[in-house]
């Protein structure tokens, strides 16, 4: 895998205002990339940054190995971006703004309508292909805004808040949408999003930002390790040596030097270890100590149990 | 540069003026009442009138003071002409031209005002800023869009009114009469030059207003130079020459490149997207 997307150090000032303060990421060839943060983090602003519309103030910026500042139309002629307020011509048809953007993009001429078509069609707009984009339903609007972001099939197609302001309907079909199109033909996405649940679902890796830091960039299960250096196991038993499970097993747990806290309520034992590497040791130990154990599940921390812990911590330093 | 993409841009402008009525139905109904309605009444009117011929003369009497200011090579228009004649050269082929200028400024304005301004209202900016095209042809094709068209219009008009003016006054006149001399480097030079300081007004305020009428209304306010042309020269204190003409186009053209200048230097994705 290579880097599409080298950030190094970006910094982007506003006035005396630092919306991107000393950014340092890099996104890899076909992986779904989130970039999370509360309004006003710089999750916008790094798209604008690496996409050529905002020069950076410092720092150094790569994009598909082009430099975004002097060769931003290049660097824009291989991604698709879909911009926060989809940004349609209500007064044309859907078809009229897809042809449109079609030529801005170079779509070859001879390929053109084809390709309207095949993404209409993909996108589920084709029986409504020829009215007017004012009178669609925002998700509508959405999945055409996704379909012009897609229609020059790009190298790296980048979301900026894909179901802000959507009903649950829509916000659903729209993130259904993204997953197939990120799992498809390998192509790299890059998410920005303040949505956890859009992001636990989509992105391989993330960078958790706050007041244009990142807090922590990885893969959710690093950051997760990262930030609590233990893991919950969660055991279920059949029973101890023939009989139910017992108080006397849960003080022989306890006693074992990886376990750093026990619980047990009925046949579910609770175990906190070291890390994920102690867990077949663990699982063995509670063999030979005669447990029957029908179950064991690593209890994972969730995106946004994470997120909030990277910006307390992030609130606490402040 | 690619022509292609400027010329897409071009067309888009247009398509979404065409889509806004409150933009383009006065910019059609001006040229109108210009070409047709106002050569129409005050050619037609006087022939209908029965006004006695030497009561004509001796009210053109009175303009004398004003035909002595004429420039030379209209007072050889005028020389030897009756009554009605006069009235009909010194209106349609004298006064009505500063006031044929306002059909190019006001295409212009409007197109650049829906293009610059209704584009930002819109919120249809930001998708166009992340296309690969380039901000000069961005600019260009927008530039395109406002000054091409209004030519084009005033040219068009020019032809219509030509037709219009000499059917009508053919009764009194005997004669295809029109253009003047004058009208020439009015119509090829100055028009032009006109119509793209309608478009770079519109650019400069594009910065400082946030909806298309605000824009539009402001670039109404270059009207006013042309009424003090017009008013310059009934009172006799301008004539319209064609050395005047070429003169006066030549200053708006040098105005034009200033504006031209700034707007060039305005128009960055940077501060576009900035103004969002």
Known sequence: ?318 | MNWNIILTIAMKDLREVRANKMAWMPALIVPLIFVVVMPLLLIVGPQLLPIPAEELNREMGDLDAMMNALPPDLLAQIRGLQGLQIWIVLLAGFMFAPMFLIIPLMLASVVGSESFVGERERKTLEALLYTPATDRELFLGKVVAAVVPAVLITLFSFAAYTLVVNVSAYPVMGRVWFPLVTWWPLVLWVAPAIATLGMAASVLISSRVSSFMEAYQSTGMLVLPLLFLMIGQITGLISLSVVFMLGLGGIIWGIDAVLLYLGVAQFKRAELIARL
């Open chain 1, 1 to 318: 895998m290579s880097a599409v997307i080298e950030c190094d150090s970006v910094v982007k000032q506003f006035g005396a205002l630092k919306a991107i303060d000393g950014l340092t990421f890099s996104v890899e060839a076909g992986e779904v990339f989130g970039m999370l943060g509360p309004n006003g983090a710089g999750k916008t602003t790094m798209v604008r940054l690496i996409n050529g519309l905002l020069a950076a103030s410092g720092g150094r910026l790569r994009t598909l190995g082009f430099d975004p500042i002097t060769q931003g139309d290049r660097v824009r002629a291989h991604t698709g971006v879909l911009t926060e307020t989809p940004s349609l011509y209500e007064r044309f048809s859907a078809r009229d703004n897809l042809l449109l953007f079609g030529r801005l993009y170079h779509v070859a001429p001879e390929k053109l309508t084809g390709r309207v078509d095949a993404v209409l069609r993909d996108l589920g707009l084709a029986e409504r292909a020829r009215d007017k984009v004012g009178g669609y339903s925002k998700g509508m609007k959405q999945r055409l805004a996704i379909a012009r972001a897609l229609l020059h099939e790009p190298q790296i197609l980048f979301l900026d808040e894909p179901t802000a302001g959507l009903d649950p309907e829509a916000a659903r079909h729209v993130t259904d949408l993204i997953e197939k199109l990120s799992r498809e033909g390998g192509r790299t996405v890059l998410l920005a999003t303040h949505n956890l649940t859009e992001a636990q679902r989509l992105c391989d890796r993330v960078a958790v930002l706050n007041q244009g830091r990142a807090l922590a960039v990885g893969t959710p299960a690093q950051l997760s390790r990262d930030l609590w250096r233990s893991t919950w196991l969660d055991v279920e038993l059949r029973g101890v040596n023939g009989g139910a499970p017992t108080d006397r097993l849960l003080a022989q747990v306890r006693a074992v030097p990886m376990v750093k806290a026990a619980a047990m309520e009925g046949h579910s034992l609770s175990l906190q270890v070291e890390s994920e590497e102690a867990i077949p040791q663990m699982v063995a130990h509670l063999v030979r100590l005669g447990a029957q154990i029908v179950r064991v599940n690593p209890r994972e921390h969730t995106l946004e149990e994470i997120y909030f812990a990277l910006q307390e911590q992030a609130e606490k330093a402040v």
